[in-house]
Structures are given as C-alpha cells and as structure tokens.
C-alpha cells in the first residue's frame, strides 16, 4: 500500500500518565504504548532469547500459540519480517509460486521480500466481488501438474483482514481444505486478524488454526510499540527461527516487547476467542461513525466499512490528492489521501476536527459544480 493510500490522526498531549510530554497519536501505525504497557516492561525478564532463555518471551510465544489452536509461535519484529520469515521457511524446492490477492500486503507493500528471499513468482488474484478472492478464482490462477512451461503454485497466502474487510470462514475453509487436497501450503497474513474475529465472523483459533502459518501484529491497532509473531507447527517455527536469524531478527533481551505486547492482546483485544472483552469493537464503530460523516455529504466509498478502516473516494468527490492534507493541517489533523484508520486512542475532540475537514473539503466540491 503506497504512502499516498495512507491517512494519520494527529492528537497532542492525549496520552495520559507520563508527565506532560507531548505525543502525537496517529491512526494505525503509530499508536502508543500506555503507562501499564510500560509497567509491563519494567516487570519483564531480560534473557537471550536467541538461545530462547527469556521466559516472558517464552510464555508470549506459548500463549499466542495456544490460543490459535498452532503449536508453536515465533516472535519477529514487524508484520512484513513474519511474513518473509514464514513465506521463506515454507518454499524450499524451486521452481514455485505464489498466489494472493492483487492487493496483498506480500505483493504490494513488502518491498519486493518474496521474490528477493525466495525467488519465488508472485501473482495476484483481483477478485471479481471486489472484497476478497474466492475458491473458484484461485482454482482459476493455480498452476498444478508438471507443465515445465509455467511455475508451480506452492503457496497460497491470504490476508484478512485485507484492506478492513473481512474475509468469510466459509470462503477461507473451502480454500484452505481445497489447497491442502492439492499439497499447496497456505499464509494467513493475519495482522489485523484480530479485527476480523472481532466482527463475529469466526473465532480467533476458527480461523487461525486453519493455516500452515499465520502472522499477527502485536502493533498497529493493538497498541505494543513494536511486534509481530508468526505461529504453526513445531517442525514450522524450528525452520521459522533459522530464517528469523539469517536476516538479522534474533533478538537478545526480547522481553521488553514480550511484555507490552502481551498486554495489548489481553487488554484490547480481549481474552475471549472472540474479543468481546476487548476494545476493538468501539473502534469498528469509530470508524463506522466516520464513514457516516463522509456520506451523509455526498461523499462516496471505496471500499465497505466493516472494521477499523474506511476508505474515501476523493475522485467522485472532485477532490485533489493533497486536498485533504492541506485542510486538515489547518485543523490540526495529519491527513493522507484515501485511507483513514481508527484505533483505540483516537479521541473524541479527534473525529470533530475530522469532520470539520469534511465539511470544508465537501463544500468545496459543491460550489465547483
């Protein structure tokens, strides 16, 4: 997803229990740690988890393990190290490829990592509803046989949710189960996973337990500073580790993200398989509530709102890239072009200044017409 897909929140001073320092809030990716995030730190072992020695580390990877219904977790720094890692450890006899969606995170905002540490081929699905791809389309795309025209499909990775949309257990089954019969492994790039449960749509382990592999993202909406895991079997994560380390990912006293990130699992997310505990739920409906600003003044969708992103189509509207940039700086707020993503810490005061912009932005566009 390129830059100018991207829109951040920017709320000073909203940060409580650390004095009066100023920190700026921003949608998705960069939200902040909280004070008992720290106070989970502070607590934390401090051992080699290269030598995996770190027990908080040890007991992250258990936990996070046990709860998708894997054996196993590896922690990595970030979504894009998890699924390099995971991708890698998985293609290991060329020639192979990989199917995914023309969207895909791997294909469009990896910097290339699947064909640089695999050599792989990639391919990507557009899906025909729009959302997400279906069975029938990947059966469509996939190379099976041994044709020494065309280049096997050894992989097939999904992502969910993809572009906060939601992808069926139903639709996600019937791949799964299908692409097993056929010997393909299958990627669950499951960062925002955690949203998708959230909706009711399957439970954490319905859905997670169905892959080979699948990556989480302790960042982003949860929270955590820093951290990502990638879970599957044992045998997956012993291999997952090896290539963890080969591209600079051990870490030594990884407890200090151990901590943090446990936290935010349990205290946003929920500790229920399906995050009714958590605070997610108040973020769909944050990002429900902006939507709603948006349309209600003419303006269009791109993509449905059913989880914590909502994506606004500037061209119906008339507006240029950098319009809503420009008046959202007078507002206070740091705005990209099409993507507008809520977490838990965007405030009140934050979505009215929000819709300021629109209002400004909006009106514009009538009085051109």
């Not at 909406?221 to 599957?232: D, H, K």
Request: glycine share 10%.
């Amino acid at each position: 997803m390129s830059p100018s897909d991207m829109s951040f929140l920017q709320e000073p001073n909203l940060w409580q229990g650390h004095g009066d320092a100023e920190f700026d809030l921003r949608s998705d990716t960069i939200t902040k740690p909280t004070l008992q995030m720290l106070e989970a730190i502070a607590k934390c072992t401090l051992s080699d988890d290269v030598f995996q020695e770190d027990k908080t580390t040890n007991s992250l990877q258990e936990y996070i393990a046990q709860r998708t219904g894997h054996e196993a977790g590896l922690l990595v720094m970030s979504g894009t190290m998890g699924n390099q890692v995971a991708i890698r450890s998985h293609l290991s006899d060329p020639p192979y490829s990989v199917l995914c969606d023309h969207r895909a995170h791997i294909l469009q905002s990896e910097a290339g990592g699947v064909s640089a540490w695999t050599g792989a081929t990639v391919n990507g699905i557009m899906p025909k509803n729009g959302q997400y791809i279906t069975l029938e389309e990947i059966q469509k795309h996939v190379v099976l046989g041994n044709n020494i025209h065309r280049c096997p499909t050894k992989l097939i990775s999904l992502e969910n949710t993809l572009y906060g949309m939601v992808m069926p257990l139903a639709e996600t089954k019937r791949i799964v189960n299908w692409a097993h019969a056929q010997g393909i492994k299958v990627h669950l790039d499951g960062a925002r996973l955690w949203d998708a449960v959230v909706t009711g749509a399957g439970g954490l382990s319905e859905y997670a337990s169905l892959f080979d592999s699948v990556s989480l993202c302790f960042s982003k909406g949860l929270g955590a500073p820093i951290g990502s895991i990638i879970v599957g079997s044992q045998e997956f994560i012993d291999k997952a580790r090896w290539f963890r380390k080969s591209i600079g990912g051990g870490i030594r006293q990884a407890g200090i993200i151990s901590a943090a990130a446990r936290f935010a699992v349990d205290e946003v997310f929920g500790l229920d398989a399906c995050g009714t505990s958590g605070k997610l739920k108040e973020v769909h409906t944050k990002a429900s509530r902006v939507a709603t600003m948006w349309t209600k003044r003419g303006g269009r969708l791109l993509y449905p709102v059913q989880t914590n992103m909502v994506w606004i189509d500037i061209d119906s509207a008339g507006l240029q890239p950098s319009d809503l940039a420009r008046i959202g700086k007078r507002k206070g707020l740091r705005l990209g072009e099409k993507r507008i993503v809520m977490h838990y810490q965007t405030s009140d005061e934050t979505l009215c200044r929000l819709e300021e912009v629109f209002q400004e932005a909006l009106k514009k566009t009538c009085s051109r017409l």
